[in-house]
């Protein structure tokens, strides 16, 4: 009797040394934890700014404070570098540890601002406040949150805000705490004798009912005013303005369960991106008013479609799901790449794009595939892109470009071109020249059935680089 198994697949792959990837408050600078210590890097252009190789010292968290030489580190499987329940925080210029903190249990994640670290906890939220000088760092006081598995925790850092968000303590709420105002200028105080570092020193101003279920991202503009919100069933974002606790916007990122990765606010609060584990990251424009999306620029029936008018009728009788916005582009991260293809290449050269980009990978022994691939998104100025060569661009979303940074080392700049043509328009071009690429920022959205489904920008990788790697590979 003859048995008939599946060849056996031999890969020299290597594993990707690079455990996480944190950005600070205005995402400028992205900090990669790795199983053999940590890098700094500024997120556009992306370069290296400090190192700290450790064999066999691995970190869960490392996440620079703005734009200063400080970080802070957490210790993380395999061979922690630190204890899972300490926040070290390293001076890189000095080349050591200044301060820690330790709890009774693991470090589920931090956010930060000049003068706050925000400590999430399975169930607590501890806030400290970061002086100088002989103050130091001290514990100003605890929240209490739902179940917190993943250290939701976000934070305004501009100048004069004061926003603290993070779970409440029902599944699915989100509480607002409103700090001091951030004074750059002045170091905080030591706190008074009767201060009780158990209790919540801040009011909290609101309590939002964001989600039926619970949390899976929480991300805040750096002035405080907008907060992004997305559970963990994965396919509702939903915007809130801070100061009314109003629901403003409910975005749709498709019909599916999906495990949120990463939820980014662009600064002015007019765009916002969400990757998961469908290896793919979804854009909305906000600014975008409804008629705009809807392909109809007219008032009057005589200007608008017939589907139009349809949906104009149906809509006052359709549920909920229907009146969800759907992303005005979407862009489809490439299969991390198979030892045997990888080819060594430039940091500086944009062109050398991964050939399997906008495919997903069919082989059943492959080990790498795009939903394995955890994406880390982050909003950039273009005004600082020197050389883009770009053609010119019009729309709200033009004037952004995205960088999407994933944990088995691919780093992309995203451009957006929002398009001016109908659907009509599209359909009569021919396609004896489209890419691959092309296709795919064109072709109708998998599953995308609501009103604004043909409500698309063109979206294009701009510029390509590796990092993580010790050799420059």
């Known amino acids: 009797m003859a048995l008939h198994l599946a060849a056996h697949t031999l890969s020299d792959e290597p594993r990707s040394p690079i455990t996480n990837v944190h950005l600070n408050a205005d995402a400028s600078l992205f900090g990669s934890s790795t199983t053999e210590g940590w890098v700094i890097y500024s997120t556009h252009p992306l370069q290296v700014l400090a190192r700290k ?7 869960s968290i490392c996440l620079p404070l703005e734009r200063t030489n400080l970080v802070f580190l957490v210790g993380g499987p395999p061979s922690p570098l630190y204890a899972p329940n300490k926040v070290i925080l390293y001076d890189v210029q000095a080349d050591t540890a200044v301060a820690e903190v330790e709890f ?9 601002r000049r003068d706050r670290l925000v400590v999430a906890l399975r169930r607590r939220v501890v ?11 001290w514990r100003e006081g605890t929240y209490q949150t739902a179940d917190n598995p993943k250290g939701l925790v976000a934070i305004a850092s501009d100048a004069g805000s004061s926003i603290l968000a993070f779970p409440g303590r029902q599944s699915g709420h989100v509480q607002l705490v409103k700090l001091p105002p951030l004074d750059r200028s002045t170091p905080p105080l030591p706190p008074p004798p009767s201060h009780d570092p158990n209790a919540g020193p801040h009011p909290a101003v609101s309590v939002i009912i964001a989600h039926s279920s619970g949390l899976a991202a929480l991300s805040t503009t750096p002035d405080g005013r907008f907060l992004a919100t997305a559970s963990r069933q994965g396919t509702l974002v939903r915007i809130w303005d801070t100061k009314t606790s109003h629901l403003i916007k409910e975005l749709r990122r498709g019909t599916d369960s999906a495990e ?20 793919t990251v979804h854009v909305w424009d906000l600014k975008r008013k409804k008629a705009d999306r809807e392909h109809g620029q007219g008032s009057d029936s005589g200007s608008s479609t017939p589907r139009q008018r349809q949906m104009s009728i149906l809509k006052p009788y359709l549920p909920k799901y229907f009146s969800s916005e759907w992303s005005h582009s979407q862009f489809r991260l490439p299969a991390p790449a198979p030892a045997a293809s990888r080819l060594p290449f430039s940091l500086s050269n944009p062109t050398n794009f991964p050939s399997q980009a906008f495919t997903s990978s069919t082989s059943a022994n492959a080990a790498p595939t795009i939903e394995d691939d955890i994406c880390t998104c982050a909003w950039i100025n273009p005004t600082e892109v020197e050389g883009d060569g770009l053609p010119s661009q019009t729309g709200e979303l033009a004037g952004s470009q995205l960088v999407a940074i994933t944990r088995s080392g691919g780093w992309f700049r995203v451009a957006f071109d929002v398009e001016a043509e109908s659907s009509e328009d599209r359909k009569g071009k021919g396609r004896a020249h489209e890419t691959v690429a092309d296709r795919s920022r064109t072709a109708p959205r998998e599953g995308a059935i609501g009103l604004d489904k043909e409500s698309t920008s063109d979206c294009r990788v701009a510029e390509y680089q590796r990092y993580g790697q010790k050799d420059g590979w």
Request: hydrophobic share 45%; no cysteine; proline share 2%.
């Open 53 to 59: 190789d450790l064999p066999d010292a691995s970190l």
């Open 260 to 279: 949120i990765f990463s939820l980014a606010l662009r600064a002015d609060g007019g765009a916002v991106a969400v990757s998961s584990d469908k290896g």
């Open 127 to 137: 806030l400290f406040v970061l002086g100088q000088g002989q103050t130091g760092i």
């Open 104 to 112: 009774s249990e693991q470090v589920r994640g931090l956010a930060a």
